[in-house]
């Protein structure tokens, strides 16, 4: 029950900026859009995440578009060391009470190359 | 790093017994989350505990369960264990249950069944 869609896979040249889509077309209004990464099958690293406002720390930044449909993860200068898969997540509620939870697809697999 | 921790890292088990996992919240994080994650896929959603007591599940049968302790370590226990029941088990740890809340994964379990 996914509610992202993104591309299967990206290249990068290390050094430049990698620029990661993913669209969330059914995203209600109080759901975050979340990022992680995973690299090899170690348990996914926090990111970033954002309601409807852009941003920005020292990992990564969050473009999220005004209608809230799409959102784009903006890594400024791409290493070796940020090849992974990248997962874009609206976390939703479960459905009982305060509960929610994390929704992964398939995600992005970011390859960076020298 | 984060202050997530798992136990044991592997282990082998045989069709038709049970294993219990471990996972150590952060310090001051009173949520944990369980996720399956089979190869290939992004993990999924087995259940969230909450000041001890079950907030919320995904779509798992009954013989998954869990428990979780007064100083918000948890536990994950699985009867009756069937082949695809094969994956790596992450726990995730939060300050709230709250949507814009962070959780941090554990490095998680790598359960072969035979």
């Known amino acids: 029950d996914a509610k992202t869609t993104q591309p299967t896979s990206m290249d990068c040249a290390e050094g430049r900026a990698a620029n990661l889509p993913c669209n969330h077309s059914t995203i209600s209004g109080n759901e975050y859009v979340y990022w992680y990464r995973q690299i090899h099958s170690q348990g996914p690293q926090y990111i970033i995440h954002g309601l409807k406002n852009n941003e920005t720390n020292e990992m990564a930044s969050l473009i999220i578009t005004e209608d809230r449909k799409s959102s784009t993860l903006i890594l400024p200068h791409a290493t070796l060391r940020d090849t992974a898969v990248y997962y874009c997540i609206v976390r939703v509620a479960t459905g009982t009470g305060t509960a929610s939870k994390l929704t992964f697809g398939t995600g992005t697999r970011l390859q960076v190359t020298l | 790093e984060t202050g997530v921790t798992q136990s044991p890292t592997h282990l082998i088990k045989t069709r038709g017994q049970q294993v219990t996992l471990r996972c150590s919240s952060q310090?001051?994080?009173?949520?944990v989350s369980w996720y399956q994650q089979a190869l290939g896929q992004g993990p999924q959603f087995i259940f969230q505990y909450y000041r001890e007591e079950e907030n919320g599940r995904g779509n798992f049968p009954p013989r998954f369960s869990g428990l979780q302790f007064p100083n918000y370590s948890s536990e994950l226990n699985v009867n009756a264990l069937e082949l695809d029941d094969s994956a790596l088990y992450l726990c995730a740890s939060s300050l709230s249950p709250a949507r814009n809340t962070e959780a941090f994964f554990g490095q998680g379990t790598r359960l072969t069944v035979v």
């Open positions: 310090s001051g994080h009173n949520t």
